[in-house]
């Protein structure tokens, strides 16, 4: 038997490795997997909803680390995730994405001769501002199996002179909990839910399907400074449509702290985090999404949604090339015009791009079983 860890810590590591721990039950004769949650996102909203909605096991083991600084975060989840490997002795460590808890672990497996096998691997935004741009090249560094979700991962892992052997094209796990959950979320009454609360001000005259937009902000670079906030929250008072507003840890602090949940515009609808499949089936719903997210610019590309990226830049850039998505940047004055543009009629066209086909997983794990062997 040989014996892999996948690592997670925040939530879309959750949406990332559910499928993937469908995939490897399908081999309990010959692999053991095990789940380490390096414990980075902890609220329940952000992280036990989605063990639950995904269908996931609880961890076998919690790091317990909760927030801190980014040196905090990482060396705490070191310390923490050598002694699950000295007692654990994996053969792989599997890790998607590009959060502290990516690197974190696979600077501890690779200096401990233990193999790596990154999920989603490759995406660059070329802007080392981002803490994930650097999470992204560290773990593409010491990766001995890297998984890449579109064509830009292939193309910059080899202008990084990364052997060409070790590369695999397999698609995008995201999809996949994405088109495995489908019928659950097409099932969904977040909005009949939304409308029967007091959240939904009377000026918005109730949630339907193409009549508000949805939006999530998180980027430290949208949220962190006050400044920014207030202008942000302003544009989406510019805006002729509801808005629905699942407010992040992050950026619930940083409106605490600008007191802006005090004169919050009457068109906008602020919720909690929202669980996995409640969340998919208001993106599907919703006439635009602004967003500064990661996954939800493949999620709209893959629901055809149209979906305007609040960044200078994108590490997705398939999304925009051949899918629904805007990048329009971070002055909010444009966001504000091409939303009015988008609500006004004009859309974008979009297809689904390669091997974002809902088998990613499957893909995977039969090149880890294929390719890596009891030490
Ligand atoms: C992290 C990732 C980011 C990813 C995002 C997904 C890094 C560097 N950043 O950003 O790439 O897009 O997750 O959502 O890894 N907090 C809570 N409760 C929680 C989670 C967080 O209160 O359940 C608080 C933390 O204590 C901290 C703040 O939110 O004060 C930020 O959390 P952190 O995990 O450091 O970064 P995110 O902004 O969530
Ligand atoms: N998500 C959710 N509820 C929310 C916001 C997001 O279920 O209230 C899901 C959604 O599928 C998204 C994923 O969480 O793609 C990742 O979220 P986030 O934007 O926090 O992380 P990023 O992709 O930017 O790293």
């Known amino acids: 038997m040989i014996k892999i860890i996948s690592v997670v810590g925040a939530r879309p590591n959750f949406i990332k490795i559910a499928p993937v721990y469908r995939a490897f039950r399908k081999y309990t004769d010959k692999v053991i997997h095990k789940i380490c949650h390096t414990g980075q996102h902890f609220d329940t909203n952000m992280s036990r909803v989605f063990f639950e909605e995904l269908e996931i096991p609880a961890p076998d083991f919690n790091l317990g680390i909760h927030g801190g600084s980014h040196a905090r975060q990482v060396a705490k989840i070191m310390i923490e995730f050598e002694k699950v490997l000295l007692q654990e002795k994996p053969d792989l460590i599997l890790v998607p994405g590009d959060v502290n808890s990516t690197m974190a672990v696979t600077l501890v497996a690779s200096k401990m001769g233990i193999p790596v096998g990154h999920i989603e691997s490759g995406l660059r935004s070329f802007d080392r501002t981002m803490p994930e741009e650097i999470n992204r090249m560290v773990t593409d560094l ?39 959950y489908l019928p659950k979320i097409n099932d969904s009454k977040i909005l009949s839910r939304l409308n029967a609360t007091e959240e939904i001000p009377a000026a918005t005259a109730g949630l339907k399907r193409g009549n508000y937009v949805l939006c999530t902000f998180h980027r430290p670079g949208n949220v962190d400074d006050p400044g920014n906030l207030t202008d942000l929250i302003k544009m989406l008072e510019a805006l002729p449509a509801p808005v629905v507003f699942p407010v992040h840890p992050r950026t619930r602090k940083n409106m605490e702290q600008t007191g802006l949940y005090e004169k919050l515009p009457k068109n906008l609808i602020l919720t909690e985090p929202i669980g996995y499949i409640d969340f998919l089936a208001l993106v599907k719903n919703a006439g635009l999404v602004i967003t500064d997210s990661g996954g939800i610019q493949e999620e709209t590309t893959f629901l055809g949604v149209q979906c305007i990226t609040v960044r200078d830049n994108t590490e997705r850039p398939v999304t925009v090339e051949v899918g629904t998505n805007r990048l329009i940047g971070t002055d909010f004055g444009k966001v504000k015009e091409a939303a009015l543009k988008v609500l006004a009629g004009e859309k974008k066209e979009g297809r689904i791009p390669d091997l974002w086909d809902g088998r990613t997983a499957g893909r995977i794990v039969e090149i880890v079983l294929d390719k890596i062997h009891k030490s």
């Open 142 to 180: 010491l990766s001995d199996l890297l998984f890449v979700s579109e064509p830009s991962g292939l193309e910059n892992l080899k202008r990084e002179g990364v052997d060409e052997k070790k590369i695999y094209f397999t698609g995008n796990v995201m999809i996949d909990s994405l088109v495995y």
